[in-house]
């Protein structure tokens, strides 16, 4: 097996772009799960955990290869949040937000937030360069995204308006290493409310619907609070599966907006 | 690759005794069955069952056998002996037989130079299967006359009435024991035709037995070997990969290790019982019972197992530890397509603990009763005849004890903490503190003591008595619970020696000492531990007086004391189910403190208190160790831990989704214990192994009944019940 | 491919192909039969290591990406039966059963305390919220962490 | 001491078979391995597997133990070219032929053979059953040399199954003679028995 330890991205542009059957590695949480079932023998892995650029994280800009456990203690408040929930301590050492990104399963812990700050992919190729891609043209289906094969991501960027109130919250059955059954962003920012949520749609969504009524009100009474849980458990587009159902998952979706987008004005 | 031995550590019954393993497992090198280890050994792997019921069409293992580095590929007609294994019927195929009847049932097993070998040459078989429809609805199979087992009983007058009635019908999903350690076994040829087997194991004798059966070997040509064990909860008790390693070893000549990947320890051991009962109780004014009916049907999946004794002590405990003396049961276990069941931690009792615990709660909010009240009003005393078989009992039963001191502990502040860590919900922040509200909760639950219904049950130890000290030679299974510590204990206790050494003995140098299972060991190892310490040191006072030294006794070489120990006998109950089918009981008390969210039915079990019936403390900190361990699988069964099945496949067969408690949702416990000695077993010890898991369930699940108001009849309790979407 | 690192405080060796699990190679490579194959998902953390000053699940280190790296497993926690006090802690609190999830805890405790000698519960609780154990509960887990951060006070 | 080799001969290409029966599946294996693996638990000094048809996929797949491989290029030609094969690839003083597709040849019965050599070193022998005479045959280095040089098909039965020159020792085994699978319907038979 070919192993490329890329400590920079041109060395991983360049692996990509002559191995295009390598895979890309980085905390290797979901690859090797499937490696360890005997799912999948890698002939090639271009490894990405120590490459200086990937590593690096400022305002808007948060590295591929920056992992849940310094997001934990970043000041993007939901982030922070999101990232203290997932895995374990031990996963979160080594899980990265471009491997939840890259993985994008609907239940992907970061995706909402990428979706409430209405942010975008960054992802490079030695051909072609960098392009930025839109969340929502990014994800494209369930564990399905618009990443080309010679492609690497290398960061999330986030817009310089980006909210910086934001909240939180992730529904699952037990208090530690559970994969969420809904989680939820909400985000207050210049132009208003911001829902979005994980785990009810093959990929992150916005509750549009809900966000544009929220948005035209004047003030948030208790009674546009309950519309607001309604439009989204009515907007989500959730399944049934050995996790929970569909219409927990509706009703969780509408009870965790109504109560981030409280925690969210009391902020 | 020796078994674990022990090093010898002081302390003596009553004292809280550091484990004799316990530096070996905490430096990483005790040896666990997935660690055995022989130079040039051959990897082994299984082709399993997709379908949990299907006719096998086509199987060509020509890929795997010309494949190199296979050494030998073998399926069910190179069985060499009987063709079926099980511990009460030989029903379950060593191979698959033609029908695969579950989800992952053994196909095939490969031997191969190393484990990508094996892997890829398992892939590497070509199968077809024919899907049939499989039956999932116990129900269904019960219609169809498809009973493992069908128990009647009948006690006192069915036309007896009360005036309060509560009738319900509960149900509880498949538990799993989801032990850490996976099933393993390291089989190795002695070059004569038989071989030595190191393997995962809770009673190597009934393995040996069925073993010898299916490689058509004698007895003494197989010799099986306790190996370390991570946990086992009851999931040992059954044939897992015995008989396929040793095949693999007898065919090939080589040694063969299987290990079994997680995925295949969800398929590979048999689970708890799914139930579903029907229950009607009928009270007078004051809340004591009038009459008790009930109809249950468990379901025991594709093969027999031990489903015959599982039903038996369900049907027993219907009514749990209060007097009743009008009692109608009617249960059956029944055969489906589902994932065998067979023995887990209480054993039949854990199913109905929690269905009669939430009928007693009703009859106590009908009554307008404490719940404690109406469980002392109703409490089965020593002398009271059992609800169900009459059987009276004898020996201690602090039924009232356990309820008095469950009372007097003092609740938690009433207090919704502050750290969001501690809400439902916990670090997914999903709960503020005002909509958290707290419930409380009671349940007390009732087992029996080791084997039951005439079972020959006994345990077998030689005590060798050297110039060096002592050392215990038993098949006993230390499977983590600390039974080694506690024969060390007792036997120094007794003889005032020191050094002693526990000699895990293998199936051709010692009798059975029985299954490390039923809250059986402490009791029956330790009873034999205890009997042949006393007649050893009766037998050196009589030779060599009270005082005389080690040396003086060992002059003329080891003294060996050699005793087969049985409880007191238990007998078939008559087909009315009435006798006197057990050995002895013990009971429990639980009481849990809940936060639960109502809203999004997100529940944090704050704590958990419990009063044991222990007879006598041997090893205080064991038994706590076995009250909280055993408490945190209450609670895991209470909301979370379900095996979830579609058309009798597992959907979540691995830890992503078979959710165990953490550390962060185990709950804080409080343990008092009651010393009332039991009529047989060491120094009046009993064994206290299941108890905490039993009535754990109930009363987290009662004390979220009192935090919501839901009905709540099914365990686990997942948040669309408490909800109610 | 040959991956060489500092294990235990030893240089080692390792002939791989390259995709297997850090854990598989210490197990099966290098005899260290420590650190314990449960779930092989990350989602037990029986195999945890302390790879490079980070507590992570070494059945989810691929070994060709451990080129240079420090590692440190159980059996380099104590000095054989010489134990750390994490695991003498554990071991007088009766936090020991069957004891196959117990080299992860030595392992994160080990972890834990080098970086917070003093932790407070929630601080333990979350750093052992990684780490399932069957048989204990927690409970004796727990005094024997509380006691070694008072220990320290 | 003298010693005796055995020649495993699966150089065959299994014409009515229609499937190289050499990988046949028997016993958890393949055939071919059966008698590889019956010739190495045998008295036998040294043991040659000597292949030729479909030699990747049986060399890919071959279990041996102490037994070395030999190559036939010249597989078409009669087995006792395979013989000659065999014997140039150990230094032995008698040579026993375990066809590869006659898993009826126990251990015991190369032993019997075995000891027979280590008795009397006679020039040749041969295995006679209840019900006729086949493998194992025996060659000394001097009647194997012999051999070589004879031309045509079934050289070895020719040459010591019509033996008159009362050179070929007779080795009697009490037992049916063990068949040959050379046929789909052979290997069925094969498998019903076991």
Request: proline share 5%; hydrophobic share 45%; glycine share 10%.
């Amino acid at each position: 097996m070919h192993f490329v330890a890329a400590r920079d991205l041109a060395t991983a542009l360049d692996a990509r772009a002559e191995h295009p059957d390598a895979e890309l590695l980085a905390g290797g949480t979901d690859l090797m799960v499937e490696v360890n079932l005997s799912h999948h023998r890698p002939t090639g892995v271009i490894g990405v955990r120590a490459c200086d650029e990937l590593m690096e994280w400022r305002d808007g800009r948060i590295g591929a290869a920056v992992t849940w456990a310094r997001l934990e203690d970043g000041s993007a408040r939901a982030l922070a949040q999101l990232a203290r929930t997932i895995g374990s301590p031990q996963i979160r050492a080594a899980g990265t937000m471009g491997g939840n990104v890259a993985t994008a399963s609907p239940a992907g812990d970061g995706l909402p937030w990428i979706a409430a700050m209405d942010g975008s992919v960054e992802v490079a190729s030695r051909e072609r360069g960098t392009r930025l891609i839109p969340w929502n043209e990014f994800f494209v289906g369930v564990k399905q995204t618009s990443l080309a094969g010679d492609e690497v991501i290398t960061a999330v960027v986030t817009p310089d308006d980006a909210p910086h109130v934001q909240e939180f919250a992730k529904v699952g059955v037990r208090n530690a290493m559970v994969i969420a059954t809904v989680s939820c962003v909400v985000a207050k920012g210049a132009d208003g409310f911001r829902i979005a949520l994980g785990a009810v749609a093959p990929t992150p969504i916005r509750a549009t619907r809900a966000e544009e009524m929220l948005n035209a009100e004047a003030s948030i009474s208790d009674l546009v609070l309950e519309e607001v849980a309604r439009l989204v458990s009515a907007e989500v587009r959730p399944i049934t599966d050995h996790r929970s159902t569909e219409s927990y998952r509706r009703h969780a979706s509408g009870v965790l907006a109504r109560r981030l987008v409280e925690r969210c004005r009391a902020a | 690759m020796t078994a674990p031995t022990t090093e010898r550590v002081a302390g003596v019954i009553g004292e809280s005794t550091v484990r004799p393993d316990g530096v070996a497992k905490l430096s990483g090198n005790f040896a666990y069955g997935s660690d055995l280890w022989i130079d040039g050994m051959l990897w082994g792997a299984t082709l399993r069952s997709p379908y949990a019921h299907a006719r096998l069409e086509k199987l060509d293992i020509t890929p795997a056998v010309t494949m190199s580095g296979v050494r030998a590929v073998l399926t069910q007609d190179d069985v060499p002996g009987r063709a079926r294994f099980g511990q009460v019927e030989q029903d379950q195929p060593v191979l698959c037989d033609g029908v695969a009847r579950y989800w992952g049932e053994p196909v095939a097993v490969v031997a191969a130079d190393d484990e990508e070998t094996a892997r890829a040459a398992v892939a590497a078989i070509i199968v077809e299967w024919e899907p049939l429809e499989p039956v999932t609805d116990p129900d269904a199979a019960r219609a169809a006359g498809e009973e493992y087992r069908a128990m009647v009983i009948r006690r006192g007058d069915e036309s007896a009435a009360g005036s309060v009635v509560i009738e319900a019908e509960y149900e509880t999903a498949i538990q799993d024991q989801a032990p850490l350690g996976p099933e393993a076994g390291l089989a190795v040829p002695d070059g004569e035709g038989g071989l030595d087997l190191h393997v995962t194991s809770q009673w190597v004798h009934i393995d040996h037995t069925q073993i010898v059966a299916c490689l058509g070997l004698e007895p003494d040509a197989v010799r099986c070997h306790p190996v370390g064990i991570g946990g086992a909860f009851g999931a040992r008790e059954d044939i897992s990969v015995h008989i396929h390693v040793a095949m693999l070893a007898l065919r090939t000549g080589r040694p063969v290790r299987i290990v079994y990947d997680r995925t295949e320890s969800f398929a590979g051991h048999v689970k708890r019982h799914p139930a579903r009962m029907r229950y009607r109780h009928e009270a007078d004014d004051d809340g004591r019972l009038v009459k008790v009916i009930v109809d249950m049907v468990m379901d025991g999946g594709a093969y027999a197992h031990t489903s015959h004794a599982v039903l038996a002590n369900a049907a027993f405990f219907t009514v749990g530890p209060y007097n009743c003396d009008n009692v109608a049961v009617d249960a059956s276990v029944v055969r489906t397509n589902n994932p065998p069941a067979g023995a887990m931690r209480g054993f039949g009792a854990v199913q109905v603990c929690f269905a009669y615990e939430s009928q007693m709660d009703r009859l106590a909010e009908a009554l307008g009763l404490h719940p404690l009240e109406i469980r002392r009003r109703n409490a089965l005393l020593p002398g009271d005849p059992m609800a169900t078989s009459g059987q009276v009992v004898e020996g201690s039963l602090p039924t009232i004890g356990v309820i008095d001191l469950l009372e007097s502990m003092p609740l938690p502040d009433d207090v919704i903490p502050d750290d969001p860590s501690l809400l439902p919900g916990g670090t997914g922040l999903t709960t503020p503190r005002g909509s958290v509200v707290r419930g409380v909760g009671y349940a007390l639950g009732l087992k029996n003591l080791a084997f039951s219904e005439g079972f020959d049950d006994y345990s077998e130890v030689r005590l060798v008595l050297t110039s060096a000290g002592l050392e215990i030679h038993t098949a006993a299974i230390e499977v983590g619970q600390g039974l080694v510590t506690i024969c060390l204990q007792i036997a120094r206790s007794i003889l005032g020696i020191e050094n002693i050494a526990w000699v895990p003995a293998d199936t051709s140098t010692i009798g059975s000492a029985g299954s490390t299972s039923a809250s059986r060991q402490t009791q029956m190892t330790g009873g034999a531990v205890h009997e042949a310490a006393v007649k050893l040191r009766d037998h050196i006072a009589e030779r060599f007086g009270d005082d005389a030294a080690l040396e003086e006794i060992t002059v003329d070489g080891p003294i060996e004391q050699w005793v087969r120990y049985r409880h007191p006998p238990t007998e078939e109950p008559d087909e009315l189910g009435q006798g006197n089918p057990h050995a002895g009981f013990v009971v429990a008390s639980h009481r849990a403190v809940v936060d639960v969210d109502p809203e999004l039915g997100l529940v944090r079990i704050v704590r958990v208190d419990t009063v044991q019936d222990v007879g006598k403390a041997l090893n205080p900190q064991a038994i706590v160790g076995q009250l909280e361990g055993g408490i945190a699988q209450g609670a895991g069964f209470a909301i979370m831990e379900e095996l979830i099945l579609e058309d009798g496949v597992i959907l979540n067969p691995n830890f992503t989704d078979y959710l165990i408690p953490t550390i962060l949702d185990a709950p804080d416990v409080e343990s008092r214990l009651i010393e009332e000695p039991a009529h047989w077993g060491p120094f009046g010890a009993k064994g206290i192994g299941e108890s905490p898991t039993i009535s754990s369930t109930p009363a987290i699940v009662a004390a979220i009944r009192a935090a919501t108001g839901r009905p709540l009849n099914r365990v686990p309790v997942r948040p669309q019940d408490i909800v109610g979407v | 491919m040959i991956v060489d690192f500092h294990l235990n405080g030893e240089e080692r060796t390792a002939t791989v192909v390259g995709w297997e699990s850090l854990l598989t190679v210490l197990r099966d490579n290098l005899a260290l039969a420590g650190s314990k194959n449960a779930c092989e998902q990350g989602e037990c953390g029986s195999c945890s290591v302390i790879l490079d000053g980070d507590n992570v699940c070494s059945c989810l280190i691929m070994i060709g990406d451990c080129e240079g790296s420090t590692i440190t497993t159980v059996e380099g926690v104590g000095a054989g039966d010489l134990l750390d006090p994490v695991q003498q802690a554990i071991l007088d609190e009766g936090g020991v059963q069957c004891g196959f999830c117990t080299p992860g805890f030595v392992v994160t405790a080990a972890h834990l305390f080098a970086n917070d000698p003093q932790p407070d519960e929630a601080t333990i609780r979350e750093a052992f919220s990684g780490n399932i154990c069957r048989c204990t509960g927690y409970g004796a887990l727990l005094r024997a962490f509380a006691g070694l951060a008072e220990d320290e006070s | 001491m003298t010693t005796v080799a055995g020649i495993v001969l699966a150089a065959g290409s299994s014409l009515r078979m229609g499937e190289p029966k050499q990988l046949l599946v028997y016993r958890g294996t393949t055939l071919l391995n059966v008698v590889i693996a019956t010739a190495e638990a045998s008295h036998l000094d040294h043991v040659v597997v000597v292949t030729g048809a479909n030699a990747g996929a049986i060399e890919d797949s071959v279990l041996v133990d102490r037994a070395v491989l030999a190559h036939n290029a010249d597989f078409e030609q009669p087995n006792m070219v395979s013989v000659a094969v065999g014997a140039r690839a150990v230094d032995a003083d008698a040579f026993v032929t375990l066809p590869c597709d006659t898993p009826g040849i126990t251990t015991g019965v190369i032993d019997a053979m075995i000891d027979r050599w280590r008795l009397d070193a006679p020039w040749a022998a041969i295995t006679d059953y209840r019900d006729g005479s086949g493998h194992p045959f025996l060659l000394s280095r001097v009647a194997l040399d012999e051999a070589a040089t004879v031309a045509g098909p079934k050289v070895l039965w020719r040459f010591l199954g019509d033996d008159d020159t009362g050179r070929v020792s007779r080795v009697t085994v009490d037992r049916a003679m063990p068949p040959d699978i050379n046929t789909p319907a052979d290997y069925e038979a094969l498998l019903g028995d076991a």
